[in-house]
């Protein structure tokens, strides 16, 4: 440990709030970035159709540009910790539903597009509430050091998650929906 302005503070490593947001944001990363690549890829397996993968593609990422100031907002005015976990669960449910009708051989092309922009609204809230979080659990004075932390993991869960998800769904379609649902 050591003094930050007088105030006696634990390195990032230690501070349990901090390693629990960084864990829990892994894991939220990991399943997002994996299904990033599943989404075209189930598309195209029952569809045959790029073009619709390509618009399923888009479904998933619009809600980012939509609502990233609303949940923004939202994000400023409510308990950052609860927009967060009530996003989680909105995305763990309509991905979960996404693989019981994958399993189900039922997944109509609207249902999918539908169900990536729910959970690419429920990332959008996630993405804005997880910000203000950072500090709300760091000190000041840690703040760019949890910010590269922050950007090293954001990073290699890009490279790591499509790589995943492709492989999860080259085992079987719906794996890569159950592992990010789990």
Do not use: C
Not at 152 to 161: D, E, F, L
Not at 168 to 179: K, M, Q, Y
């Amino acid at each position: 440990t050591y003094t930050l302005a007088g105030v006696h503070a634990v390195p990032l490593r230690r501070n349990r709030d901090f390693v629990l947001l960084q864990a829990g944001r892994l894991l939220s990363g990991a399943g997002t970035s994996s299904t990033a690549i599943a989404y075209p890829l189930l598309v195209l397996a029952l569809t045959h159709s790029p073009a619709k993968a390509g618009i399923v593609a888009f479904a998933r990422q619009l809600p980012a540009a939509l609502l990233a100031l609303p949940a923004g907002l939202a994000a400023d005015r409510y308990n950052r910790k609860l927009v967060m976990i009530a996003s989680d669960v909105v995305r763990a449910l309509t991905v979960g539903t996404l693989a019981a009708i994958v399993l189900a051989h039922a997944a109509p092309f609207w249902a999918i597009a539908l169900i990536g922009f729910v959970e690419g609204a429920g990332a959008a809230a996630f993405s804005a509430a997880a910000v203000g979080a950072l500090r709300a659990v760091v000190p000041s004075k840690q703040l760019p050091a949890a910010i590269a932390s922050t950007t090293g993991r954001v990073a290699a869960v890009q490279i790591a998650g499509p790589p995943l998800g492709g492989a999860l769904f080259g085992i079987a379609r719906s794996l890569p929906f159950l592992v990010d649902a789990g």
